[in-house]
């Protein structure tokens, strides 16, 4: 491996922040506004992929800033690991500026300036985990992360936004300090903390006891931003923020530095030798299986499609964390790969659901009966999502699934592999619902959905109450409609949800381009990766990725 000094790798961390100041002081010219943004999105990417050929030669690009503390630098580091995760944030960020801008005017929400600073710092801090060089550094970013997110989870101003962003920042922070206990104990055991393929050497002859308390420690603290369970109630939480944050938090930014951490101290602190010599690979592995097949149980419950994704994202960033606890080189080509393939499925669907809900102001799978007329696009998106998620052939969720599932019985880890099995199962059984209404079945011949509020598996009931609050809905859809306006949903030309969705031929009429395009576009990304993963450049980050850390190529 040839290190090079440059200054690419902060040049890709600061260029998002530098443009904080711009997009601040246009905020009464927003087409300049976003013009800033695009242009920001666009550097970054095109900075990150620059390094990715030097990168898959061998080569790593280096910024040294100098001492932070003894025996640590404050040193940026684009290696394979770093690329793999800094490529897809900054590519994602361009396609969910696009986004922002149709949602965000779509609603006319309020502090749209403050939302795109603030989206910016977000992904220059997502950058700088990526390329940090050692567990002080990626400490540092991972903690501007959380301040930088703050605004955005808070962003409605409401009680509910409030309370979920001051739960995101108990989470995070409380995440924080055990990610920094983690940190001092290593560099106790070792004199360093700097990220070493294949781990520090020292901590293969150090103190089991307190290496075993330094790996709970790290696996923990990024555990939370990875939702693994108990540590994930923050997440269904946040979804209170607008759809594009929604979409950055479960695909891009928060829940990925989480995942990327624990890759890091898998990789590149530990080793999966030791991390194997240790005995802590099985129990990370036993909580991430528990939480992929329970979180999917939960999501099956969840009548919200916000909150379904949500739960949906607590299982399957458990996939990723599964294939690095298993330790086998297949599993952890699995697991890396579900990084970015989970990124462009799970946007994908937070997309879709941002749209339906500015153009027709659904947010229920319950509401949503042949919605798929109304926005034909926008469902097929979501269908190929879904199935890429639940790991139907061609897309991507079943190259990375298929190296996990192969990974987990190679290791002789049957039990996981029947968890990641069942966890496929329960995946079809809650996306099915949503193609279904959407596509096959009418307002007229659907059926009450089970709720959150309902009994376990069954559906609310229809007493006096219920009925009459119905009634009343229906006679005020009626008088708005009759006053020449659009239903009690906002919908144009009295379309309701009783009466059934006007329909939108495939030609783009159901929203507005800055919305379909970035839909198509990652619904796109997902089934090329499903179909030619290493000519999307993934997979071959990821190979590389595994066999510096284990000596065998996969």
């Given at each position: 491996?040839?290190?090079i000094?440059?200054?690419?790798?902060l040049?890709?961390?600061?260029?998002?922040?530098?443009?904080?100041v711009?997009?601040?002081?246009?905020?009464?010219?927003?087409?300049?506004?976003e013009?800033?943004t695009?242009v920001a999105?666009?550097?970054?990417?095109?900075?990150?992929?620059?390094?990715v050929?030097?990168?898959?030669?061998?080569?790593?690009?280096?910024t040294?800033l100098g001492?932070?503390?003894?025996?640590?630098?404050?040193?940026?580091?684009?290696?394979?690991?770093?690329?793999?995760?800094?490529?897809?944030?900054s590519?994602l960020w361009?396609v969910?500026s696009?986004?922002?801008?149709?949602y965000m005017?779509?609603?006319d929400e309020?502090?749209?300036?403050?939302?795109?600073?603030?989206?910016?710092a977000?992904?220059?801090a997502?950058?700088?985990?990526a390329f940090?060089?050692?567990?002080?550094v990626?400490?540092?970013?991972?903690?501007?992360?959380?301040v930088?997110?703050y605004?955005?989870?808070a962003?409605?101003?409401?009680d509910?936004?409030r309370?979920?962003?001051?739960?995101?920042?108990?989470?995070?922070?409380?995440g924080g300090?055990?990610?920094?206990?983690g940190?001092?104990?290593v560099y106790w055991?070792?004199?360093?903390?700097?990220?070493?393929?294949?781990?520090?050497?020292?901590?293969?002859?150090?103190?089991?006891?307190?290496?075993?308390?330094?790996?709970?420690l790290?696996?923990?603290g990024?555990g939370?931003?990875?939702?693994?369970m108990?540590?994930h109630?923050?997440?269904?939480?946040?979804?209170v923020?607008?759809?594009?944050?929604?979409?950055?938090?479960?695909?891009?930014?928060?829940?990925?530095?989480g995942?990327?951490?624990?890759?890091r101290?898998?990789?590149d602190v530990?080793?999966?030798?030791t991390?194997?010599?240790?005995?802590m690979g099985?129990?990370?592995a036993?909580?991430?299986?528990?939480?992929l097949?329970v979180?999917?149980?939960?999501?099956?419950?969840?009548?919200?499609?916000?909150?379904?994704?949500?739960?949906s994202?607590v299982?399957?960033?458990?996939?990723?964390?599964?294939?690095?606890?298993v330790?086998?080189?297949?599993?952890?080509?699995?697991?890396?790969l579900?990084?970015p393939a989970h990124?462009?499925?799970?946007?994908t669907?937070?997309f879709?659901?941002g749209?339906?809900?500015?153009?027709?102001h659904?947010?229920?799978?319950?509401d949503?009966?042949?919605?798929g007329?109304r926005?034909?696009?926008?469902m097929?998106?979501?269908?190929?999502?879904?199935?890429?998620?639940?790991?139907?052939?061609l897309?991507?969720g079943f190259?990375?699934?298929?190296?996990?599932?192969?990974?987990?019985?190679?290791?002789?880890?049957?039990?996981?592999?029947?968890?990641?099995?069942v966890?496929g199962v329960?995946?079809i059984?809650?996306?099915?619902p949503?193609?279904?209404t959407a596509?096959?079945e009418?307002?007229?011949?659907?059926?009450?959905?089970?709720?959150?509020?309902?009994?376990?598996?069954?559906?609310l009931?229809?007493?006096?109450?219920?009925?009459?609050?119905?009634?009343a809905?229906?006679d005020?859809?009626?008088?708005?409609?009759a006053?020449?306006g659009?239903?009690?949903y906002?919908h144009?030309?009295?379309?309701d949800?009783?009466?059934?969705?006007?329909?939108?031929?495939?030609?783009g009429g159901?929203s507005?381009?800055?919305m379909?395009?970035?839909?198509?576009?990652t619904?796109?990304?997902?089934?090329?990766?499903?179909?030619?993963?290493?000519?999307?450049?993934?997979?071959r980050?990821?190979?590389?990725?595994?066999a510096?850390?284990t000596?065998v190529?996969?």
């Amino acid at each position: 491996m040839t290190e090079i000094t440059s200054l690419r790798p902060l040049a890709a961390v600061l260029v998002s922040a530098v443009a904080i100041v711009p997009i601040l002081l246009s905020g009464s010219r927003p087409n300049v506004r976003e013009s800033w943004t695009a242009v920001a999105a666009l550097a970054k990417f095109g900075i990150v992929a620059s390094m990715v050929p030097g990168v898959l030669a061998g080569d790593t690009y280096v910024t040294d800033l100098g001492s932070f503390l003894p025996g640590a630098r404050f040193a940026l580091e684009a290696d394979a690991l770093g690329i793999l995760f800094a490529l897809l944030a900054s590519f994602l960020w361009i396609v969910t500026s696009s986004y922002s801008i149709g949602y965000m005017r779509g609603l006319d929400e309020h502090g749209q300036t403050r939302y795109f600073a603030a989206f910016a710092a977000s992904v220059s801090a997502a950058v700088g985990v990526a390329f940090a060089s050692n567990l002080l550094v990626i400490f540092v970013f991972y903690e501007l992360l959380t301040v930088a997110t703050y605004p955005l989870v808070a962003h409605d101003e409401t009680d509910e936004a409030r309370s979920a962003a001051r739960k995101y920042l108990a989470y995070t922070f409380g995440g924080g300090v055990a990610v920094l206990a983690g940190t001092a104990l290593v560099y106790w055991l070792t004199g360093t903390v700097a990220f070493t393929p294949g781990g520090i050497e020292g901590l293969a002859a150090a103190d089991p006891l307190f290496a075993r308390l330094a790996f709970a420690l790290l696996a923990s603290g990024f555990g939370v931003k990875a939702a693994l369970m108990p540590l994930h109630s923050w997440l269904p939480d946040a979804m209170v923020a607008p759809t594009p944050v929604s979409a950055l938090l479960h695909a891009v930014a928060v829940v990925k530095s989480g995942v990327f951490g624990i890759a890091r101290v898998v990789l590149d602190v530990f080793g999966p030798e030791t991390v194997g010599d240790l005995g802590m690979g099985l129990p990370l592995a036993a909580v991430a299986a528990f939480t992929l097949v329970v979180a999917s149980v939960i999501a099956l419950r969840q009548d919200n499609l916000k909150r379904r994704l949500a739960f949906s994202t607590v299982s399957q960033l458990s996939y990723i964390v599964l294939g690095l606890a298993v330790l086998a080189p297949t599993s952890l080509v699995g697991g890396l790969l579900h990084i970015p393939a989970h990124g462009f499925m799970k946007i994908t669907l937070f997309f879709a659901a941002g749209a339906l809900h500015v153009e027709t102001h659904t947010d229920d799978i319950s509401d949503m009966a042949g919605i798929g007329r109304r926005m034909p696009l926008t469902m097929a998106a979501f269908a190929v999502a879904a199935a890429g998620m639940a790991g139907i052939p061609l897309v991507a969720g079943f190259v990375s699934k298929y190296f996990l599932l192969i990974g987990s019985i190679s290791a002789g880890q049957t039990l996981f592999a029947v968890a990641l099995l069942v966890s496929g199962v329960l995946n079809i059984a809650y996306f099915w619902p949503v193609v279904y209404t959407a596509f096959f079945e009418s307002p007229e011949e659907t059926d009450e959905k089970p709720l959150i509020g309902g009994p376990f598996g069954g559906r609310l009931s229809w007493g006096p109450a219920a009925v009459a609050e119905a009634d009343a809905d229906t006679d005020a859809d009626t008088d708005a409609v009759a006053d020449g306006g659009g239903d009690a949903y906002g919908h144009e030309g009295g379309h309701d949800h009783a009466g059934g969705w006007e329909r939108r031929g495939w030609t783009g009429g159901e929203s507005t381009w800055f919305m379909i395009a970035p839909i198509l576009v990652t619904a796109l990304g997902s089934v090329v990766l499903g179909i030619v993963p290493d000519g999307a450049v993934f997979l071959r980050i990821v190979r590389l990725i595994v066999a510096g850390a284990t000596g065998v190529s996969v």
